[in-house]
């Protein structure tokens, strides 16, 4: 199983249909794992795929349509029942706030989870911004470009830097004195002051973009900029492009277009209409656009690409 990989626990834009749920997605890296945009059923679809719901300490949000949160009163009832005691922390556009009132109280239910409600001024955050820091993992946001306020997200990991074994072993260093070099930032060996940078390279953080509901808008852009792993809506095909822009959403080659031009390594399509009998179709037009495209289906596990 891979540390950093997403799962997709649903597909389907506004209904569902027999082979896809709602929404639904679950992103694992490393010891985070954040859920965005639950739809309906979001909750049963984890019997399906090797993960838990207990494991989830992030809730992101893009906006209050249903096929994205109405799978949230389940979920946190969920986490309740299976007892989750570490914070879970909830963002979404502040805009939507009676929405996610009404979602977090919509049932009979012992709500004893440690929920910590984060909501976002779509104004504020026109331009990428960073909402949080967890770790070495950086959240960050942009508002899109939909109907109602929406709001797309980013998460980075901080930079580090990878350790040259050639180098290592030419100077002589091995052992903890590695882990102290790494430590300290430079050592003494032999007489000969060895520094971090000379036996080290810079090694950039993997980086995941969340983008839905939207149009084509620079805001996407920001938030795909350099992404291993950019999932993107794609509703519609480019022959319907113009109700893509009436309704707010993309097409499949406008998200191959944006993974293109951000400089993207991996993209993932979902968010399909039912109005279309054959998926493949959406992989075909963004492959026109872009070389590694993954056309998701309910239950996939897709890992965010291995570091170049
Ligand atoms: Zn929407």
Redesign the pocket.
Known sequence: MSARELVVLGTASQMPTRVRNHNGYLLRWDDHTILFDPGEGTQRQFAFVDASPASINRICLT?F?G??CLGLPGMLLRLSQDGVQHPVHLHYPSTGQVYLDRLRHASIGHDTIDLRTRPLDPSEVEHRTVVDVDGDLTLSAAALR???D?IGWRIEESAGRRMLPDRLEAAGIRGPDIGRLRDLGRIDVDGRTVTLEEMSEHRPGQVFAFIM?TALCDAALELAEGADLVVCESTFLDADAEMAERYGHMTARQAGRLAAEAGARRLVLTHFSQRYPDDQVFGHEASLEFDDVVVAHDLAHIPVPARL
């Open positions: 906006h349509h096929d994205h939909h109907r109602v929406a509901d």
